[in-house]
């Protein structure tokens, strides 16, 4: 088992930023990658980035050049930077790994097999 705890969640002014961390325990030699995801009340989660353990990333398209994702593998952490927030980020944001590959396609993206409990990112306007 992998065990997520996200922390860094905050409300935050249109415009600004935020860097949320995701702490990894458990069988980490199991993981190849780790991520983000976000998901808003009434609708589907929805992969922002995840980061592969051979240091390739990969950002859905609408959070390339805005979102970053980065890792501390010495503190087995990874960690997310929001800039330019707006009210439309407003979610909660889990961390997320995957003991298979991550994989991508036009149909989506492999599913993840651990996650954390989420933090909430509030933006106001």
């Known amino acids: 088992q992998v065990q997520l705890v996200e922390s860094g969640g905050a409300m935050v002014q249109a415009g600004g930023s935020l860097r949320l961390s995701c702490v990894a325990s458990g069988r980490l030699f199991s993981i190849n990658a780790l991520g983000w995801y976000r998901q808003v009340p009434g609708k589907e989660r929805e992969v922002v980035a995840v980061s592969r353990s051979d240091k390739t990333t990969y950002y859905a398209g609408s959070f390339l050049g805005r979102f970053f994702i980065s890792r501390d593998d010495f503190k087995n952490e990874i960690y997310l930077s929001m800039n330019n927030l707006q009210p439309d980020d407003t979610a909660s944001y889990y961390c997320?790994?995957?003991?298979?590959?991550?994989?991508?396609?036009?149909?989506?993206?492999?599913?993840?097999?651990?996650w954390g409990q989420g933090t909430q990112v509030t933006v106001s306007s």
């Open positions: 997320a790994a995957w003991s298979r590959p991550f994989l991508t396609s036009s149909d989506g993206v492999s599913p993840a097999d651990f």
